[in-house]
């Protein structure tokens, strides 16, 4: 059974760091390319970044690029999104997802976990 | 950036009734392959999304057949044939033709009258 299970979220102050991670299990990981998507409080969908199997490939929503960094280990099948220099607008729920067609959105979601930028 | 625009925003439906949510894009979702990418996600309250149709028309496994998707170039529709009380949530299009970025709707609040 497919799990994606993220961690790291919590309180941060503005200009602060933190380190999401997500850690798949059910499925072979390295033939799959991952997803942060975010959702602000009583707001829709957005996409964040994008890192394909072999981690070759990565994208970054304009709203994130320069302060977010997204890697993965396939050893450890996990993706991880390095998120620096954050604002009060990056406030939301992360969920990581994977997909093997880059068109069609991920095929299926994390929980999520909630970062909460404020001072 | 391609634009997604759904409409209504706020849907309220009958039991057992039929329901169908539109989502237009600011450019066509043909893509060079001649297939149009265009995705369909449910996020009931309190959970996570999941995606139900993707390529316009394609049922996720074990999406229920009330659930269909419909349209071409920038006209999409996701129908609901028969709404049953666990079809209450929030619907997004999402197209997949022109990344990066992959662009959502603003979203569609389902909810029983």
Redesign the interface.
Known sequence: QVHLVESGGGLVKPGGSLRLSCAASGFTFSDYYM?W?RQAPGK????VS?ISSSGTTI????SVKGRFTISRDNAKNSVYLQMNSLRAEDTAIY?C?RGR????????????TLVTVSS | DVVMTQSPLSLPVTLGQPASISCRSSQSLV?SDG?S?L?W?Q?RPGQ????LI??VSNR?SGVPDRFSGSGSGTDFTLTISRVEAEDVG?Y?C?Q??H?????????TKVEIK
């Open positions: 997803m998507i829709g969908l957005e996409w994008y994208y970054y929503a304009d969920y997802g067609c880059d068109s069609c959105g991920g095929d299926r979601w994390g929980q999520g | 893509g297939n990418y995705n996600f996020q996570s999304p999941r995606r993707y390529k996720d929030v997004y999402m997949g033709t990344w990066p970025p992959w662009t959502f709707g603003q979203g």
